[in-house]
């Protein structure tokens, strides 16, 4: 071979090579934490809370179970925090507590209710009425599979996380679950190269919070349209000469005139056939009209009708 025959074919060869080992660098897709790579549902649930229109409601978030076969290490605690910054994202205020410190508080306010417990100067409302609303739920199911797909001298391997998530929403005031649904959540990871090389997958802790993130997304965006369709509620914290004082305020975003309903929360409601309380019962002490507000997150309403009037009453807007 001539001298400059071999340059061409070095120069080919090497050509080849750098070609080679550019392919059969890894590839990845797939963005992790705040997008979605599977469903797309981040920008579903941005839409959600722009449109959200109510009340910046207090939303006590219990920390998730982990029932999944395995016990997939900090699954629960991981869809908890998942879940808190969702809801901030969404224009409602996150309370962490656990499910103890809920189960205390409400016996207390039930017995001080009833007067088996003086209330004195503390009552126990006080550090209760702030919740509006309860988050609970459980991770029952987490699996992470590989797959791979072989295109001509092109290899590539997806890893894919799904998780199942069953979840609540229960108003504080009623005991009621506004919803109760269960959901899946995905995200994938891509990697690929040339002839198989370069497209090992390793280990990423970004799956997990990816399905994660895609369940509890999808699992807030039902629980913004609920909030959307009820009437505002807040409670009486305060009773006074013909007016009561309320927990509501600017962030209510009501209008002077705005009729308010006054109810009293009754006994627990339980399913005969489960034994499980399933809401609480009520009934209407009076009508009461907002005047003024007192800041961001406190009214003054003028009692229309009724008596007997007491602190912890729901107030509710009327249709």
Not at 73 to 80: F, I, N, P, R, Y
Not at 270 to 293: F, W, Y
């Amino acid at each position: 071979m001539s001298t400059k025959g071999f340059g061409v074919y070095s120069l080919v060869l090497t050509g080849l090579v750098a070609f080679i080992s550019a392919s059969c660098s890894p590839t990845t897709t797939g963005a992790v934490k705040d997008d979605v790579s599977v469903t797309g549902q981040t920008k579903e649930l941005e839409a959600a809370g722009l449109n959200y229109n109510g009340p910046q409601y207090n939303v006590a978030i219990m920390t998730f179970e982990n029932k999944t076969p395995s016990k997939v290490l900090g699954v629960g605690e991981a869809a908890t925090d998942i879940l808190r910054t969702i809801v901030k994202k969404s224009g409602l205020e996150p309370i962490t507590l656990t499910d103890a410190e809920m189960r205390d508080q409400e016996k207390l306010i039930a017995m001080q209710q009833t007067g088996a417990v003086k209330s004195g100067k503390k009552n126990a409302a006080e550090g209760f009425d702030s919740i509006d609303f309860r988050i609970s739920g459980a991770v029952t199911s987490y699996s992470e599979v590989e797959e791979s797909s072989d295109i001509l001298v092109a290899k590539s391997k997806t890893q894919v996380a799904r998780v199942q998530v069953d979840y609540a929403l229960v108003d504080i005031a009623t005991g009621k679950s506004l919803v109760a649904d269960s959901g899946m959540g995905e995200y994938s990871k891509k990697t690929g190269g040339l002839f198989g090389l370069g497209s090992k997958s390793s280990a990423d802790a970004g799956l997990r919070e990816g399905a994660l993130r895609d369940a509890m997304t999808k699992a807030m965006t039902k629980m913004i349209d609920k909030l959307n369709s009820i009437p505002f509620q807040g409670r009486v914290l305060e009773v006074e000469s013909g007016v009561l004082i309320v927990r509501a305020g600017s962030k209510s975003k009501l209008q002077s005139g705005t009729v308010f309903g006054v109810y009293r929360a009754g006994k627990d409601l339980v399913d005969p056939d489960t034994g499980r309380v399933i809401g609480k019962g009520e009934s209407q002490v009076g009508e009461a009209v907002l005047t003024s507000h007192q800041g961001d997150n406190i009214s003054e309403v003028k009692i229309k009708s009724g008596t007997g009037f007491r602190v912890g009453d729901i107030v509710r807007v009327m249709k």
